[in-house]
């Protein structure tokens, strides 16, 4: 094939990217598949007609990268093989807090169930190739595992201890149950019970545990701060500034340069304000508002919205260093009290928030809106602004809910000068709002809490967040200039990000349907799937029913959760054809491609009505926005991930810190709520304290429950009594696990006492629980103070783990001997992952937000 590049469909492309070009990735596939066989890479060479040694070195390293990739194994008999050939299964490995874990395949297709045994090989988060080993007991198809593409981790966070003068590590992430032995010498100051960070040196195998070196001492156990640290090593939160990023932030000025505010439209005369959080600290936005007063009268009426949000992309080049770990970063997370940001400091407290009274460059999103909240024009440009003043959402919801109070007056005598504007703003907020109802954008009403401090960072209270107009005025602002920012992608076939929203899932939907039917409500009619306009109408319709928050709680559970993508699906809940993120480049790095894709618009040659431009030079595309939809897709799967990541790490925060906030309320009796009904127990929250844990089954009062997934109860065998979704309970805390961030409740006695079939807290009422059959060898029922430790099923964990343990330590890990640990510091066996402990749960059913919830 001495020919190779008149038969490679990529040969262009690898002529420009490459002073010696050899075959593309996929003529190496190609050839692979069409050779019937397997080839070592000198037969390749042969075949390919690749001669020189730079070629030979060439094809090395690209064999190496496919199959780093996934795409080629690299077989025993020194052979690479297509991965497609082999009926091999590509995927990420999902752990289990239990020992077992699932692959979840790239391709989309039905997960392979994990044993322990196969887990044994691999850590949470891992890629591999696996092959279908055959169907466990319960049907599933198992899997086992062929080759580790990619590790997730190469360091670990867990607490040290030592045992026979053996040291390891236990990691803190419950999917990790592998304990990490610690290299003899390498445990640097690193005492028994503190956090560590250990580096991984060799892998887990079939006979041998991980081993690595203790690479930094995190703190103490209880140390205040400790939570957050914990988890940003935990789940590998980029934290610390490359060098390279602290350099060009350093040069950039604390002030914007004059010469950058050139050839830019001026907007200084206009009084823009931000309006956040008491406690905000970095200003994305900005926004003014004036009556339309079009000369011409069709046009006339209806209103100029101007949303300017800060120019990011100015500061961050393409490729810069700034840019790679913002890349890497892909958003700010907010823990309670904390922010790790995308940028640094200088950018996004300083040159790039609107910070008032000073001037800032800005990319202004110029919006026309009618008389009925319909966007009729719109126009984006570069510009200059200056913010006329810092308002909070009180300041802004006193001056325009509540004018005639003391406050309201007192507020606006001192914003005088903005609040014509304001009173704009509001009416044409109230506008946009019953547009948003006619179009059907579903409205849940759920509660977000803000977590208060006391003294060493201990949990004062746990405090309900308020949502006032103010609130809702900047989101529908936001939201406005969001759609405009997508309507513009798609006029002028710009490949962008889009934030989309699919529909419900087929099963989650059928689980609804199936739950609405037996309360006599029906979702929507037809041989199509629902529409946003049916999930609203039904909650309009239902809003006044007592059992309003049970109904809604399901319905919001059957949505998915929303993406980056380079795909253009629309969003279901919000019921947008096009919707992106345009609105926050300091905090969210999807935002901050939209704003270099409308400015590679602006800065283009292209005519369009839908840019202003004030004389500033064009520039090639490549250099401002170098992305195909190919790369976007990626970024668009990065920015997914770290949005799950700030979710997952924000969310174990909280549940330690309330946990902290519960520990030493073992014993008391409170107010719920059921949260959640599975088929192990009860999730209660906790009325007022916004506190969450586990009723597990076994600890139920005096008769066999059985779970009924549609109705979300656990229905009692004999007695009739039932635990439904919503229903007021009142539990006793029983226990607290900061380990596995779990707290424990029972049902109190009055709970026990309570006569059978007591209805919810003005419920309408339920059928009776109807009788259901179980293998008697699986019944789990014990009494109100049940010995969990008695259950079956945690049990055989247990004993399962053990026996893992065992063979492990005979393997040569380590040896089976006592823990030998100081007392403060040891850990009881009770407390040691991998068995499930009965009644454990997430503490926390809600996160603390410290961040204005803008769409």
């Known amino acids: 094939m001495a020919d190779w590049q008149s038969l490679d469909p990529e040969a262009a ?5 490459y002073e010696n070009p050899i075959p593309s990735r996929e003529l190496i596939l190609q050839h692979l598949s069409e050779r019937g066989s397997p080839a070592a890479r000198e037969e390749l060479l042969a075949e390919l007609g690749l001669t020189t040694e730079d070629q030979e070195e060439a094809l090395r390293r690209r064999l190496r990268a496919m199959e780093r990739d996934g795409q080629l194994i690299y077989t025993r008999r020194g052979t690479y093989a297509p991965v497609d050939k082999l009926d091999l299964i590509r995927g990420r490995v999902s752990g289990h807090r239990d020992g077992f874990g699932f692959l979840v395949p790239d391709d989309g297709s039905d997960d392979l169930f994990l044993s322990p045994a196969q887990m044994r090989l691999v850590f949470d988060g891992d890629r591999v190739l696996a092959r279908v080993a055959g169907l466990d007991r319960r049907g599933r198809r198992e899997g086992a595992i062929v080759e580790v593409i990619e590790r997730a981790h190469e360091t670990i966070v867990g607490r040290y201890f030592e045992e026979a003068g053996i040291g390891y590590v236990e990691a803190d992430n419950p999917k990790i149950q592998q304990e990490v032995l610690v290299t003899p010498g390498r ?22 545990q991980p081993q690595g070196d203790i690479v930094e001492v995190v703190g103490n156990y209880m140390a205040p701060g400790m939570e957050i640290d914990v988890a940003l090593r935990s789940y590998d939160i980029p934290h610390v500034w490359p060098e390279a990023v602290i350099k060009e932030a350093r040069k950039l000025k604390p002030d914007v340069e004059e010469a950058d505010k050139e050839k830019r439209v001026d907007l200084r005369h206009l009084p823009f304000v931000t309006i956040d959080g008491e406690d905000a600290r970095d200003f994305d936005d900005a926004v003014y508002c004036e009556k339309n007063s079009s000369a011409w009268k069709l046009f006339s009426g209806g209103w100029k919205l101007y949303v300017a ?18 890349t890497k970063r892909g958003n700010s997370v907010y823990f309670p009290e904390r922010v790790v940001p995308m940028l640094p400091e200088e950018l996004s407290n300083g040159l790039c928030s609107l910070n008032p009274h000073v001037d800032r460059l800005a990319m202004v999103c110029e919006m026309t809106m009618s008389k009925a909240g319909k966007l009729v024009d719109y126009q984006f440009y570069e510009a200059v602004i200056h913010s006329h003043a810092r308002l909070t959402y009180n300041k802004v919801s006193y001056m325009l809910e509540q004018p005639k109070s003391s406050e309201g007056k007192s507020l ?27 179009r059907g954008a579903i409205d849940f009403e759920t509660q977000e809490t803000r977590i208060i401090f006391g003294s060493e960072r201990k949990i004062a209270e746990i405090r309900p967040t308020q949502r006032n107009d103010a609130h809702k005025l900047i989101e529908e602002c936001m939201l406005a200039a969001n759609v405009a920012t997508a309507q513009f992608m798609k006029k002028h076939e710009v490949p962008s990000l889009y934030r989309v929203h699919d529909g419900p899932p087929p099963e989650r939907l059928e689980k609804l349907k199936a739950f609405l039917t037996e309360l006599g409500l029906v979702l929507h009619k037809g041989k199509e799937g629902p529409s946003p306009k049916d999930y609203q109408k039904l909650l309009q319709s239902i809003r006044e029913r007592p059992d309003f928050h049970l109904i809604q709680t399901v319905m919001l559970r059957s949505l998915s959760q929303a993406v980056y ?8 809940g919000l019921n947008y054809e096009a919707y992106t993120h345009f609105t926050s480049p300091i905090r969210r790095y999807p935002d901050l491609l939209v704003h270099r894709a409308i400015r590679s618009v602006i800065r283009s040659k292209m005519d369009t009505p839908h840019v202003r431009r004030a004389g500033a030079v064009s520039m090639p595309k490549a250099r401002i926005y170098p992305y195909d939809e190919a790369a976007l897709e990626q970024l668009g799967e990065q920015c997914s991930m770290t949005e799950r990541r700030a ?5 174990d925060v909280v549940n330690w810190l309330k946990c902290e906030f519960m520990k030493d309320r073992v014993g008391e009796t409170f107010e719920g709520v059921i949260t959640a009904v599975t088929g192990f127990g009860l999730f209660v929250e906790l009325k007022d304290i916004y506190v969450e844990g586990l009723v597990h089954v076994s600890a139920l009062p005096g008769d066999y429950y059985h779970f009924d997934p549609v109705h979300h109860r656990l229905a009692g065998e004999r007695s009739g009594r039932s635990f439904r979704l919503g229903d007021s309970v009142e539990v006793k805390v029983m226990r607290v696990d900061l380990d596995e961030r779990k707290i424990d409740f029972e049902m109190s006695q009055a709970a026990i006492d309570a006569p059978v079939g007591r209805k919810r807290s003005g419920a309408r009422g339920e059928p009776a629980a109807e009788k259901a059959s179980a293998d008697k060898g699986a019944r789990r029922g014990k009494s109100a103070t049940g010995a969990v430790a008695g259950n079956t099923d945690v049990q055989k964990s247990r004993d399962l783990k053990k026996a893992l343990l065992s063979g492990a330590k005979s393997g040569g890990s380590k040896p089976a001997a006592g823990r030998a640990s100081d007392g403060a510091a040891k850990k009881a066996p009770s407390h040691r992952k991998g068995a ?6 997430p503490a926390a059913a809600s996160k603390s937000r410290q961040r204005k919830a803008k769409p």
């Open 13 to 17: 492309r690898e002529a420009e990217k």
């Open 647 to 651: 979710d997952e790490a924000t969310r």
């Open 187 to 208: 445990a640097g100051n690193a005492k028994v019970g503190q956090f560590v960070a250990i580096k991984i040196t060799h892998w887990p195998t079939a006979r041998f």
């Open 836 to 841: 499930p402990k009965a009644g454990s749960a």
């Open 412 to 438: 606006r005598t001192e914003y005088k000068e903005v609040l014509p504007h304001l009173k704009q703003l509001y009416s044409l907020y109230q506008v946009l709002l019953a547009a948003r109802h006619e």
């Open 309 to 326: 949000i800060a120019d990011v992309s100015h500061y961050v080049k393409v490729g810069s260093a700034l840019d790679e770990e913002a």
């Open 565 to 572: 993508s380079a795909d253009n699906n629309g969003h279901f």
